[in-house]
Every structure is written in C-alpha cells, then in structure tokens.
C-alpha cells in the first residue's frame, strides 16, 4: 500500500474516534440544568394550587400559560449558562438537539390547546399537556443522559392517566408531573450531572 494512502487511512480512522468519542463524552454529559427544574417544579405547585382555586377555565388557562412563559426563559437561561461552564456548544450541541426535538410537540400542545379551549373541552388540557411535553423531553433526550427520556416517560404516563382517568384527577396529575417530576429529577440531574 502507498506510504499516501496510508496516511490517509490512519488520518480517516483518528477522525471517526474523534468523533466517536465527542459523541459517548455528550451521551455522557447534560446541559439541562437540575436546578432549573427545580425551579419550575417549584412554580407549577404554586401555579397548580391556584389554578385549582381559580373561579373560571379562562384563568386557570392563564396561570399555566404563565407558568410556561416564566417556564422557558428560565430553562433556556440555565442551559446557556451550563453550557458555556461545560463548554459545550449551545448552537450545535446537545441543547440545539433538545430544543429542536422538543419545539415541534410544544408547538402541536399549543395548537390544540386553542382548538379544544374553543370546544369547550377543558378536561382534555391537562392530559395533552403532561402527554406532549413528555414526548418531546423523551425525542430530545435521546441527545442526552439516560435520566432525561425516563422523565419524559414520566410525563406521558401521567398524561395517559389524565386523558383516560377522571375529569377530576386533571389538576392534581399537572401538579404531579409539572411539579413533581420536574422537582424530583430536577434533583437528580444536579445530583449527578454537576448542576
């Protein structure tokens, strides 16, 4: 074999452990922030206790789209902000994965959730809600740390109890998965996985 051919060869085989080793080092690594998700479990209890209190669909409807309008920033600040400790690229690595996994299903939540408001079928929300958001975090977390897709099973599986139990367990299942679960893997990634 050519002394040329053999250059490129090795050059070819140095590349794709290059690779191969970014890759496992980012499955290894995530830019989520559990602190974060503290955060917003935090705030959806608070949100979700006064929704439940709240004297008509439309502001309870209001309460939990500002949860998710005080929601995003945060996350989207903390994943910047861990991302850059790490130095992990923001617009390229595992975060511009997640997001671009995850927008499309928040997108789809967010369309329906005007067409079934319009319908008046407000028992609906919180199982679309829990359902959507969990398949999101579940497509973009397979750019990320194991713990991540199993939280967004999590959330699909209370969705599922929302949509198919009763009307009734709507705001407690919110509470649980928006709450909940966000609190207690919230915990667990900064735990692990440095914040």
């Given at each position: 074999m050519p002394a040329s051919s053999t250059a490129a060869l090795h050059d070819r085989a140095l590349a794709d452990l290059r690779f191969i080793r970014e890759t496992m080092e980012q499955a290894s690594v995530t830019t989520f922030s559990g602190w974060?998700?503290?955060g917003v479990g935090l705030l959806a209890v608070v949100v979700g206790t006064l929704a439940s209190l709240a004297r008509t669909r439309e502001r309870w409807l209001l309460l939990w789209i500002a949860l998710a309008g005080v929601s995003v920033p945060l996350a989207a600040l903390a994943t910047a902000r861990k991302s850059r400790a790490a130095g992990l690229p923001l617009a390229s690595g595992p975060a511009r994965?997640?997001?671009?996994c995850l927008a499309p299903a928040m997108i789809a939540g967010g369309l329906l959730t005007v067409v079934l408001a319009r319908?008046?079928?407000w028992s609906l929300l919180p199982g679309l809600w829990l359902l959507v958001y969990g398949a999101g975090v579940v497509a973009g977390g397979a750019f990320s740390v194991r713990v991540v897709p199993v939280m967004g099973v999590g959330f699909m599986t209370l969705g599922a109890c929302a949509l198919l139990g009763p009307a009734g367990w709507?705001?407690?299942l919110l509470v649980a998965g928006f709450g909940g679960l966000h609190?207690?893997?919230g915990a667990l990634?900064?735990?692990q996985y440095g914040g």
């Open positions: 974060a998700l503290m994965k997640f997001g671009l319908a008046g079928l709507g705001d407690l609190l207690v893997f990634i900064a735990r």
